[in-house]
């Protein structure tokens, strides 16, 4: 997980947090680590986890992760402020995730 130093924590739980105060943060630089990206958003609430999504293969980053707090109205915050902000010479995209447990599986989309 997260070794960092200074600042707030990410609280960590043994069991899986079903949350709705979940963000998708898109558009990010490919250089941006779990740290850089948890040094944006813990200034608007507690973070209870984030993630960087990398490549399985190459560990590379595929340019999107996501930050889910403790409460909703930290995120709410985050996702008004930072959604659309230039990061290390990216426009940011952060929206709240979407719940891929409510769509028809039968539907011919991908996702």
Do not use: C, W
């Amino acid at each position: 997980m997260l070794a960092m130093t200074g600042g707030p924590q990410p609280l960590m739980y043994p069991q899986p947090i079903k949350n709705d105060a979940t963000l998708y943060v898109g558009n990010l630089n490919p250089l941006v680590s779990d740290e850089m990206l948890f040094h944006e958003f813990a200034p608007f609430g507690n973070i209870l986890s984030l993630r960087v999504m990398k490549n399985i293969y190459t560990s590379e980053s595929r340019g999107f992760g996501f930050v889910t707090y403790t409460d909703m109205a930290a995120a709410q915050r985050a996702q008004k402020e930072l959604n659309a902000r230039m990061v290390y010479k990216r426009e940011l995209r952060v929206h709240f995730k979407k719940n891929t447990k409510n769509l028809n599986r039968e539907a011919n989309f991908i996702i």
